[in-house]
């Protein structure tokens, strides 16, 4: 366990660029007051953004979180912090780069971005990159309208200057885009609705970029802009029919030491031309009515188990995290739109080999485009599922869902947030949880379709009138989920979400109260994090069983060792050290982690017999979140001590 822990240590690395580790406390007097006056508009021109969530990192070094959003016109923005104002750093347009590999006769001014980009060191050179996938969602009844889908890396220099990274763009096909379904090629290479994941699929130390295409392909591509070998797959090599929405999580969930991709598709049940699939044999012709949700090794083959079939086509990103507490990564998984029928009312939870987990799927009162959010809502250190109900264009249900891991709902929910314009509406984007009040529980932060300001809902389904994060007119609407992040480095945590002001890009930067610390966001952006794998793991204590001290003889009285205590998940521990060897100190017995803390040991030697190992005892170390023990506690280590003539051998090397 504490190994495929230690595999998802890039999430924790990833956190790092996005939160200062500053602790800062306000009343709530504090908090009503920043509320009222501490909204920032930054009006970036252009069309708006349009279901793009926004990103931040740090790339300058300069503490403070630069913010990347996409405008429904190709355009990718980094805005900067000086300290007092936000400036637009750089803007680019995506078309350009999808130009330089494009033919003349397929060029185009604009680009269209409709995903969230994702952000990290790609190529492993000390450096953040940004990834972004381009053409958004194909109009069939207009196909001169639509936009070249693609995969783009840019590279940010210290000046904040965007430029093309080397290798790059990474096209998609013509597959579709115009008729029936849109399944007709239309002289436009097919857009990217899902958003990019970032994760090493292989174990060369760089991250590969996953996504999923509207050109029936789910794509994997090595950070100089090659296709992974065996990738994408398509009709050709897998039997995927179709493409899809969803953007891919990535997890180890086989604990292999690598990640997996897991991500749903419009693609039925099928087993290939060949019949060779992993389906049953009644799906050797393709079974429309159904779609599969798919869970792939890093060279394309399927994790045992895997596809699983739903009733419905899957929009919905999935998420992954220990649901049930069985120390084992879930898969949780909205259902809808694409199949008419109600069949597809549902959430489905598998365990890591595709087995149901008990108590799902549930039944919704509709299409479940969203993607759901993993947090622990009710304080037990067990996440539970938050997930929206209905699309843009079915507003027949507007539920808010909160399940327990076992299925049964969480106090308060469902409900039906008040979005303060309209009464009541779908709700088919992210959930985004965090801590915005410095309370110590946490809360959720709600965008509804045609709604202008966000709702912000406490753990128990309680709610305000508060409708403060606004855009600033009402003919405006949000469509996206926020980020909550610390950008300008003030200790306190920011609402940042990219939308509309007078028809134009403006990215809305909230003041909150909420401490800027690691514990209090649990889910604080679409699909988790900047790298957008979609996975949340609480607390994990991570120790050594053993401590082993050489001592040389005759070399003092004193055998010195230091060890390390990891939290290998999210959040924060609280650590206590318990060990009562007479002859043993430690530099410290109590303390929190966030990531890691090293600790040294020290044994006084003298009266130990030479030559010999002694057994000492144990160390343990207990760890805590809000007073509950977490996953991994208590870790033991036995103490042995050899004293004696130490020598080191080393064994010749042999070149040619």
């Known amino acids: 366990m504490i190994q495929r822990k230690n595999k998802h240590r890039l999430l924790s690395i990833l956190f790092l660029f996005m939160l200062p580790a500053i602790l800062v406390v306000m009343s709530a007097s504090t908090y009503r007051q920043a509320l009222a006056v501490t909204r920032t508009v930054i009006s970036l021109g252009g069309t708006p953004i349009r279901h793009a969530s926004p990103a931040a990192a740090d790339f300058n070094g300069d ?19 000086n300290g007092s104002s936000w400036t637009t750093a750089d803007s680019v347009q995506t078309a350009n780069a999808l130009n330089t590999k494009l033919p003349t006769n397929e060029h185009q001014a604009t680009g269209r971005i409709e995903s969230a980009p994702a952000i990290g060191d790609v190529d492993n050179d000390g450096s953040l990159e940004i990834v972004v996938t381009t053409g958004g969602y194909p109009n069939s009844a207009n196909p001169a309208d639509n936009k070249h889908g693609g995969i783009i890396v840019y590279e940010v220099s210290s ?35 899902a958003a990019p994941a970032l994760g090493d699929l292989n174990g060369d130390g760089d991250l590969e970029i996953v996504t999923l295409g509207l050109d029936r392909r789910i794509y994997a591509v090595e950070h100089d802009g090659t296709a992974v070998p065996g990738w994408p797959l398509s009709r050709d090599n897998a039997p995927l029919l179709r493409g899809g929405w969803s ?9 292999d030491g690598l990640a997996e991709i897991i991500v749903g598709t419009d693609s039925p049940p099928w087993n290939g031309d060949d019949g060779s699939g992993p389906f049953p ?29 739903t009733q419905q086509q899957v929009q919905s990103s999935p998420a992954v995290g220990d649901i049930d507490g069985d120390g084992d990564l879930e898969i949780v998984v909205g259902t809808g739109l ?30 479940m485009p969203a993607p759901p959010a993993l947090a ?78 966000l709702r912000v809902i406490q753990h128990n389904g309680s709610q305000s009138s508060d409708l403060t994060r606004a855009l600033l007119s009402n003919s405006n609407t949000i469509l996206a989920a926020p980020l909550i992040a610390d950008v300008d480095n003030d200790g306190l945590l920011e609402t940042v979400f990219g939308a509309e002001n007078n028809g134009q890009a403006a990215v809305y930067i909230f003041e909150e109260a909420g401490a800027a610390d690691n514990n209090s966001l649990p889910w604080p952006t679409f699909q988790q994090n900047m790298a957008r794998t979609g996975i949340y793991e609480p607390p994990f204590l991570a120790f050594t069983d053993e ?80 007073s509950v023990p977490v996953q991994g506690s208590p870790q033991s280590a036995t103490v042995y001590l050899y004293v004696g003539n130490v020598t080191d051998l080393y064994l010749p090397m042999i070149t040619k």
Not at 66 to 73: A, C, P, R, T
Not at 247 to 255: E, Y
Not at 347 to 364: D, F, I, K, L
């Open 547 to 626: 401590l082993r001290f050489f001592h040389q003889q005759a070399a003092g009285n004193t055998a010195v060792l230091q060890a390390t205590i990891q939290n290998t998940g999210s959040g924060e521990i609280d650590w206590t050290l318990n060990e009562s060897i007479a002859s043993l100190s430690a530099s410290s017995t109590s303390g929190k982690i966030n990531n890691s803390t090293t600790l040294t040991f020290t044994i006084n030697t003298s009266g130990f017999a030479q030559d010999q190992w002694h057994t000492l005892g144990t160390v343990t170390v207990t760890g805590t979140n809000n």
């Open 338 to 367: 694409g199949i008419a029928g109600t069949n597809g009312y549902k959430v489905y939870a598998w365990h890591h080999n595709g087995t149901p987990v008990s108590g799902w799927p549930r039944t919704t009162g509709g299409n």
């Open 247 to 255: 953007s891919p999580a990535l997890a180890d969930i086989d604990n």
């Open 159 to 193: 000046g904040l200057s965007l430029t093309l990274k080397s290798g790059w763009p990474y096209l998609t096909i013509d597959a579709g885009g115009q008729g029936a379904g849109g399944s007709i090629p239309d002289g436009i290479r097919d857009g990217i609705w």
């Open 63 to 81: 503490g403070n979180l630069e913010i990347v959003v996409g405008s429904y016109d190709g355009r990718l923005l980094l805005l900067s912090f």
């Open 376 to 453: 622990d809502l009710n304080g037990d250190n067990i996440l539970d599922v938050i997930i929206g109900c209905g699309a843009e264009s079915e507003q027949a249900c507007k539920n808010l869902y909160a399940w327990q891991g076992d299925g049964s709902n969480l106090p308060g929910f469902p409900l039906q947030p008040q979005n303060g314009v309209n009464g009541q509406s779908a709700q088919p984007y992210s959930s985004i949880v965090a801590d915005i009040d410095d309370d110590d529980q946490p809360e959720i932060i709600q965008v509804m379709a045609n709604t202008t300001a």
């Open 281 to 309: 044999s009644q799906y050797n012709n393709p079974d429309y009515t159904k779609a599969t949700v798919w869970a792939v090794n890093g060279d394309g083959s399927f994790v045992p188990g895997w596809p699983t079939i």
